[in-house]
């Protein structure tokens, strides 16, 4: 006891000192996670190219790519945050920085991207399908496995975190856009429905058109919101089905 005593003060002095820099790394870690200057520059050339897979060239909506530039990272993190259900949005930097590192690294759209997270999940990270699909891009633990050495992620990695999920989907997409010669309609489909069924349609001289209509539609409806609002205004794209 006499120990303790003449030592309290010593005691007291580092539980102050240890509690201060916990603060102080919170409130970092707080800074960097929430400045959307700190995401990686979006890359506008792929975007280019994926929007005339997905749309028509001639589709008014292409030309707002040169508008933007890196200023896209800030309205990529308010789009994720304005669209993610309450008590998620602390992962909003997370996803947005994935969603942008994952599409620069396949030569996607990051916009793409979110437009398939839209019509999958709704932004939900907690979401399950009927089948066992898993997360933001509904991803099949079945597919996650199979991709894990395309996408760099154990076999066994869990589909509810946001970034996993994001890099798996990412990866299989990246996967049927190459299987499907970039033909937007078709890798969008097998996405959905696997490649084996649109196969099958397309032998029966039947496009796949329900699904990829629906991306599409939440694409759309992206830049058009980007058109609409200034660019720092928070849109949400979670109402979008």
Known sequence: MNTLKRYRYHILAMALLITLLLVGA????????????????????????????????????????????????????????????????????????????????????????????????????????????IGLMQVLPSTAAWLSVQSGLPSNSNLEEPAVNIRVGATYLAHLRRKFNRQGSRYLAAYNMGPKNVRRLLAQQTEPDIYPARVIKNYRQIYKSLGDAPMSGKRSIASVN
Do not use: C, W
Request: charged share 20%; no cysteine.
């Open 26 to 133: 919170r409130t970092k870690m707080s800074q960097v996670s929430h400045n959307p200057s700190e995401l990686p520059p979006v890359k506008m050339s792929q975007q280019q190219i994926q929007a005339f897979e997905i749309l028509p060239r001639r589709d008014s909506t292409i030309p707002l790519f040169a508008t933007y530039g890196n200023d896209q990272r800030r309205t990529i993190f308010n789009i994720v945050s304005a669209s993610l259900p309450q008590g998620q949005k602390g992962a909003a930097f997370e996803i947005a920085r994935t969603v942008i590192s994952e599409a620069n690294h396949h030569g996607m759209d990051p916009f793409f991207l979110l437009a398939v997270i839209t019509t999958e999940s709704k932004f939900d990270s907690l979401a399950r399908g009927a089948h066992g699909e």
